[in-house]
């Protein structure tokens, strides 16, 4: 099993930036991407962004592709989600997922059926 902390969360006005940040310990899958989603209130969880494990493919949804931007350090075991241009609709609990079956080209949910999900960090949006 896989142990995944998401950190990095917090309150933000419109406009600004925050860096998530996904943390993996225990029985790390190798050849595996890892993923954000995040969770409305009152709204199903929903894909956020994904990469590859060796970091060469990327897909991003679309409601925040050229504002986000997600990387990973494979040596540290971490997985970082950029966050810049935030609006209101951006709040949500955000959820790190790990062992997603995506190799590149667009992300379909059922990459993500045998993932690992981590608890979750607030990312709150407002004056």
């Known amino acids: 099993q896989v142990h995944l902390v998401e950190s990095g969360g917090g309150l933000v006005q419109p406009g600004g930036s925050l860096r998530l940040s996904c943390a993996s310990s225990g029985r790390t899958s190798s050849n595996y991407a890892t993923g954000w989603f995040r969770q409305a209130p009152g709204k199903e969880r929903v894909f956020v962004a994904i990469i590859s494990y060796r970091g060469g493919d990327t897909d991003y949804t679309v409601s925040v592709n050229g504002r986000f931007t997600i990387s990973r350090d494979n040596a540290r075991n971490t997985v970082t989600l950029q966050m810049n241009s935030l609006k209101p609709e951006d709040t949500a609990v955000y959820y790190c997922?790990?062992?997603?079956?995506?190799?590149?080209?667009?992300?379909?949910?059922?990459?993500?059926?045998?993932?690992?999900w981590g608890q979750g960090t607030q990312v709150t949006v407002s004056n």
């Open positions: 997922a790990a062992g997603i079956r995506y190799w590149g080209g667009r992300y379909s949910s059922w990459m993500a059926d045998h993932a690992d």
